[in-house]
């Protein structure tokens, strides 16, 4: 059974640090490109940031790049995204998102999102 946990979500003010954090079992997550999203209320879900098999490479959404930080512990079976200066333009549900390949498929693992509210 896969699954994935969100946790670190909150109410933060803006200038503020949150750290997200998304558990997983149920499939091999070293074989896994770990990703966060965010979807903010009448909005489409974006991508925030991905982060390689072997954490070798990163990549971010322009909104965020310098100020969000995804990594992960493939020991723990775990990737966080360290966000920094939040900004309330970054109040959204977040969500991790695992993409695996084999030869023949491609699989998408969803967790059940965390909110993150950036207010005075």
């Known amino acids: 059974q896969v699954q994935l946990v969100e946790s670190g979500g909150g109410l933060v003010q803006p200038g503020g640090s949150l750290r997200l954090s998304c558990v997983t079992s149920?499939?091999?997550?070293?074989?896994?490109?770990m990703k966060w999203y965010r979807q903010a209320p009448g909005k489409d879900r974006e991508l925030v940031a991905q982060i390689s098999t072997t954490a070798g490479a990163t990549n971010y959404a322009g909104s965020v790049k310098g100020r969000f930080t995804i990594s992960r512990d493939n020991a723990r079976n775990t990737v966080y995204l360290q966000m920094n200066n939040l900004q309330p333009e970054d109040t959204a549900v977040y969500y991790c998102?695992?993409?695996?390949?084999?030869?023949?498929?491609?699989?998408?693992?969803w967790g059940q999102g965390t909110q993150v509210t950036v207010s005075p």
């Open positions: 149920g499939f091999t997550f070293s074989n896994a490109i």
């Open positions: 998102n695992a993409q695996l390949f084999t030869l023949l498929t491609e699989r998408n693992y």
